[in-house]
């Protein structure tokens, strides 16, 4: 009787590896790092605009008649908000649309990234 056994030692194909490879580890890191890099540089011009619009807002609805007392409402108003020193009052475009005043604005904002990369943010808005 002729048995044919198999080895327990018989050879298999490789199998493929599965994982993440050290450059592909950089690659991601150094991607995150900077997405996160523009976020934390972006973020604070981004309050500022939005800190802009509701003083505007502010001015519009509570700051008087006259372009004069409508600056001066801007002006105290960024007195009192911390950290907007992209625009004064002096920027405003005031004018009276339907018995409504409507403030107008457009600032730009260059953020340096990493010298001599730049990134240029231009903001406009109007009072509602």
Known sequence: ???????????????????????????????????????????????????????????????????????????RSSQIEYGVTSIKSKDLEITKEDDKVVIKFAYDREIELIPPVYLLLKFEGQSK
Request: zero cysteines.
């Open 1 to 75: 009787m002729n048995v044919t056994s198999r080895s327990s030692f018989s050879r298999s194909a490789p199998s493929a590896q599965s994982g993440i490879t050290l450059i592909g580890l950089l690659f991601w890191a150094v991607l995150i790092s900077s997405f996160a890099l523009v976020l934390m540089k972006v973020f604070p011009v981004v309050a500022e605009y939005r800190t802009i619009q509701g003083m505007v807002n502010k001015a519009a609805h509570e700051g008087g008649s006259t372009v004069a007392d409508i600056r001066a409402a801007f002006d």
